[in-house]
């Protein structure tokens, strides 16, 4: 290689060795803390919140002085969609775990039938007499079975994301322009935005009959959009390509927890009979719950509780109250004669 060859080859690898040096800050030695380089960032750790957080926080007053146990089962994804490279599924396999955090959030009273393990373990201890009595843990004593130790659920949710499809609308528009000489500056400016969606579908099962006391079925669109532009020019004997970009899209996985705690809202007004002029009512009428409008279906004959039907005198049906707002308002389908704390729902469909 001849001396300009080599000068033209070195400029660049100098530059990048350069850019390393000033951005790296390696080291082949760990430090005092024993690590090669310090970690870039330093967000904060904060609250995982949805814009319906706040109206189950807000129930936790009404809900945690009723006791009516719920019991988290299996949320599964029923999307069947995964990663084109095979990395793993689209959609979040945690939504049990999104559901228990929504009803912790509001107070209720949860018993855990998700992860029984160490519980059926201890168990097992316990009957073979492994586990020493906690009060006199020398005297060689060992835990007591108890029976009726352990309380039971009165209902269980249950369900699965049923939809994720992909690119329901999209929009796009770009453009090239420039002057018409062989060197004149050119550019390219574009854009697109594109629109998703997740559903889910949840039922609240009475433990004791196995009656499905309540189903719910919520889907949320998630919005994104690609900006770009780029300029190319002569300058000399030198020609420069300059672009650049930034893309966005409404996280998939918080998009799923929304429509949960959505979902955990309008179970909890149901059950615990959340009254009408509560102002826990404020957070649903905004921008951030466009819900349709749609009734809730009357209370069906015969529909009992505690294996004792309900007093003639309660409605059969429920009056619509007449509201402008087309978003769904979950309180209206209650009377407010109805006693704060019964846990009636609404009737089978």
């Given amino acids: 290689m001849t001396p300009r060859g080599r000068k033209h080859l070195l400029k660049p690898v100098a530059a990048a060795l350069g850019a390393l040096a000033l951005s790296g800050c390696i080291s082949p030695s760990a430090d005092s803390v024993g690590r090669y380089t310090a970690p870039i960032g330093g967000s904060p750790v904060i609250s995982n919140e949805t814009p319906y957080s706040s109206a189950l926080r807000c129930m936790s007053g009404i809900v945690s002085q009723h006791p009516v146990r719920i019991a988290v089962g299996q949320i599964a994804d029923y999307t069947g969609k995964i990663e084109a490279d095979g990395s793993g599924r689209k959609v979040t396999a945690g939504a049990a775990l999104m559901a228990m955090t929504a009803f912790s959030k509001s107070g209720v009273h949860m018993v855990e039938r998700f992860d029984t393990s160490v519980a059926e373990l201890e168990l097992k201890y316990a009957n073979n ?7 006199n843990p020398n005297d060689g004593d060992f835990r007591k079975i108890m029976a009726g130790s352990i309380p039971g659920s009165d209902y269980y949710v249950v369900g699965g ?16 322009g420039g002057g018409t000489a062989t060197n004149a500056v050119t550019g390219t400016l574009g854009g697109a935005i594109y629109v998703m969606n997740v559903g889910l579908d949840l039922r609240l099962v009475n433990t004791n009959t196995l009656e499905v006391a309540d189903v719910i079925s919520y889907q949320k669109q998630i919005i994104g959009h690609q900006i770009s532009a780029g300029v190319f020019d002569f300058l000399g004997t030198n020609f420069f390509d300059l672009s ?9 996985q918080l998009a799923v927890r929304s429509v949960i705690e959505r ?4 179970m909890v007004t149901r059950i615990y009979r959340i009254p009408p002029g509560s102002m826990c009512a404020s957070p649903l009428n905004t921008a951030a719950d466009p819900l349709g409008d749609r009734p809730y279906p009357a209370r069906a004959a015969g529909f009992e509780r505690n294996g004792s039907p309900y007093p003639a ?15 769904q308002n979950p309180y209206r389908g209650y009377s407010s004669s109805d006693a704060v704390g019964d846990v009636r729902l609404r009737g089978r469909y």
Avoid: Q, V
Wanted: hydrophobic share 30%; no cysteine.
């Fill in 129 to 135: 007499k492994l586990i020493g009595d906690d009060k």
């Fill in 313 to 327: 005198d309660r409605p059969t049906s429920y009056s619509m109250e007449s509201s402008n707002d087309p978003r």
């Fill in 244 to 252: 650049a970009g930034e893309s966005a899209l409404e996280p998939i």
């Fill in 161 to 176: 994301i049923t939809e994720l499809n992909f690119n329901i609308r999209s929009a796009n528009a770009s453009g090239t």
């Fill in 263 to 266: 979902a955990a809202l309008e």
